[in-house]
């Protein structure tokens, strides 16, 4: 079995660097397409394709809308030779227990033609979680998870424009149902709440972007009982990642002295 995967990036120098190491040693091929980074996104990515230029395949597609960027999905797909596709935003990063895993289901459950990956939404930093608002509800579950592993069946398709999009079948329906899919227990990390570039809109010094809303800053969350991702075992990111968290948390105590 072999298995591309499907990046669509805008301004995501922050972990970019470590979404793309943390999955390119279990897969064949990477497609990235940025969509007009303004930041280090592009030179960051083109040192991985130095590094990795038999595996990724980058292109700089420009500024899209809503619309523009299904296509620049579906385009993807078009362009894809192996068997599976995995989806991969500039903000997730993956375990190797994550990557094993998902690839031992593939292998050992011939029936299933998507798998759903639950995840942290983290808060603060890499070391906590969001827990509480903004769970997704799919198959008759409720959890912060997303389809990210396709087979490559005829007529599979994206639909949709931006945050709205899905995997569709030739059918016209979505994807994933309760007889082809299966849902992983092995979690990846989820980066949505976390400053991704430097000249991304921040709520404070933190990271949390100010569209996520006020509540999530008050919140913090919990701290993640389990390690890291092996790409982030790095002293100085550590270091910096716990220092954020720990002024965040004085911070707290301090508004709710005020409030």
């Given at each position: 079995?072999?298995?591309?995967v499907h990046c669509l990036?805008?301004?995501?120098?922050?972990?970019?660097?470590?979404?793309?190491?943390s999955v390119v040693d279990?897969?064949?091929?990477?497609?990235?397409?940025?969509?007009?980074?303004?930041?280090?996104?592009?030179?960051?990515?083109?040192?991985?394709?130095?590094?990795?230029?038999?595996?990724?395949?980058?292109?700089?597609?420009?500024?899209?809308?809503?619309?523009?960027?299904?296509?620049?999905?579906?385009?993807?797909?078009?362009?894809?030779?192996?068997?599976?596709?995995?989806?991969?935003?500039?903000?997730?990063?993956?375990?190797?227990?994550?990557?094993?895993?998902?690839?031992?289901?593939?292998?050992?459950?011939?029936?299933?033609?998507?798998?759903?990956?639950?995840?942290?939404?983290?808060?603060?930093?890499?070391?906590?979680?969001?827990?509480?608002?903004?769970?997704?509800?799919?198959?008759?579950?409720?959890?912060?998870?997303?389809?990210?592993?396709?087979?490559?069946v005829k007529g599979i398709?994206?639909?949709?424009?931006?945050?709205?999009?899905?995997?569709?079948?030739?059918?016209?329906?979505?994807?994933?149902?309760?007889?082809?899919?299966?849902?992983?227990?092995?979690?990846?990390?989820?980066?949505?709440?976390?400053?991704?570039?430097?000249?991304?809109?921040?709520?404070?010094?933190?990271?949390?972007?100010?569209?996520?809303?006020?509540?999530?800053?008050?919140?913090?969350?919990?701290?993640?009982?389990?390690?890291?991702?092996?790409?982030?075992?790095?002293?100085?990111?550590?270091?910096?990642?716990?220092?954020?968290?720990?002024?965040?948390?004085?911070?707290?105590?301090?508004?709710?002295?005020?409030?």
């Amino acid at each position: 079995m072999q298995l591309t995967v499907h990046c669509l990036i805008k301004n995501e120098e922050n972990f970019i660097f470590y979404a793309i190491k943390s999955v390119v040693d279990f897969v064949d091929k990477i497609i990235i397409f940025d969509t007009g980074s303004t930041d280090k996104t592009v030179a960051i990515v083109k040192s991985l394709v130095n590094q990795y230029p038999h595996k990724i395949i980058f292109e700089e597609k420009g500024d899209c809308n809503k619309s523009q960027h299904t296509l620049l999905r579906q385009e993807m797909i078009e362009k894809t030779k192996t068997e599976w596709f995995m989806v991969l935003d500039g903000d997730e990063i993956w375990t190797k227990r994550g990557m094993e895993e998902a690839l031992r289901s593939i292998h050992e459950s011939p029936a299933v033609e998507c798998l759903i990956a639950p995840f942290y939404l983290l808060v603060g930093d890499v070391f906590h979680r969001h827990y509480k608002a903004g769970a997704i509800e799919m198959l008759g579950k409720k959890d912060f998870f997303y389809p990210r592993f396709f087979k490559m069946v005829k007529g599979i398709h994206w639909h949709g424009d931006y945050d709205q999009d899905m995997v569709f079948n030739q059918h016209n329906t979505v994807f994933f149902n309760q007889h082809n899919t299966l849902i992983l227990q092995s979690k990846f990390w989820h980066a949505s709440h976390l400053q991704r570039s430097a000249i991304d809109n921040v709520f404070s010094s933190g990271g949390l972007r100010s569209e996520k809303s006020i509540n999530t800053y008050f919140l913090i969350g919990r701290k993640i009982q389990e390690p890291v991702p092996e790409v982030f075992e790095d002293k100085k990111l550590s270091f910096i990642n716990s220092f954020v968290y720990f002024w965040l948390w004085i911070m707290k105590k301090i508004l709710k002295k005020i409030r």
